[in-house]
């Protein structure tokens, strides 16, 4: 049973590009959540969806970051003009039902 | 004040160790309290969760929760090196989706 799966491991971008990356939850689970840790910070939530629908995205900055959960395939957070800030990594976790959380391996964006 | 305090170590033991990581809290209606191992550049890993006040033990490991004094502490029995690893505390709201996690306590086990 394959566990929470992102890609690309790591991404860098030049300052201005756009950065996507993928979550691909735990076989049976329909909640993904998507965190960012900062060193030497905590994770911080940023958004919460199930299939096709935003549940909450209270945590997201309001311009430049986006999130979809498709039907079909992976959810997707983007990040459009990145800049140096939105260096960071960036964690998805999946649950069956609200309560435990499993977490992919992350993304590691490094924005020059 | 945050809601939830860790301190960040880092803790070093000798290998055999039992360690003590605790972590306090602020919200009186947290009632889902959670660990998380992390290690170097991999992502969290899910270790303990609890309901509520009292203990669970699977393992090595013990999960203490003391409501009245906002208080949780992970246990970790028979330390060793391959337990060198950040651990996060998290907890929630009952019927929340959204768990606020501490900072991480660093922990170093010596052989």
């Known amino acids: 049973n394959a566990g929470v799966m992102q890609n690309p491991r790591h991404l860098v971008r030049r300052r201005g590009q756009e950065a996507r990356l993928r979550c691909s939850p735990m076989?049976?689970?329909?909640?993904v959540y998507w965190y960012r840790q900062l060193p030497e910070e905590g994770l911080k939530f940023m958004v919460y969806l199930q299939k096709e629908n935003i549940i909450d995205e209270s945590g997201m900055p309001k311009e430049r970051f986006s999130a979809e959960f498709p039907k079909e395939g992976p959810s997707i957070l983007r990040i459009q003009q990145v800049v140096r800030g939105d260096s960071a990594a960036y964690f998805c976790?999946?649950?069956?039902?609200?309560?435990?959380?499993?977490f992919g391996p992350g993304t590691r964006l490094t924005v020059t | 004040q945050k809601e939830v305090e860790q301190d960040p170590g880092p803790l070093s033991v000798p290998e055999g160790a039992i360690v003590s990581l605790n972590c306090t809290y602020s919200?009186?209606?947290?009632?889902?309290f959670m660990w998380y191992r992390q290690y170097s550049r991999k992502g969290p890993e899910l270790l303990m969760y609890t309901y509520s006040s009292g203990n669970k033990e699977d393992g090595r490991f013990t999960a203490q929760v003391d409501k009245s004094s906002k208080y949780i502490s992970l246990f970790i029995r028979d330390s060793q090196p391959s337990d060198s690893a950040t651990y996060l505390c998290?907890?929630?709201?009952?019927?929340?989706?959204?768990?606020?996690f501490g900072r991480g306590t660093s922990l170093i086990v010596h052989p």
């Open positions: 976790a999946s649950s069956p039902m609200l309560g435990e959380q499993y």
């Open positions: 998290a907890m929630s709201e009952g019927g929340s989706y959204i768990p606020t």
């Open positions: 919200n009186s209606a947290f009632q889902y």
């Open positions: 076989k049976g689970h329909s909640h």
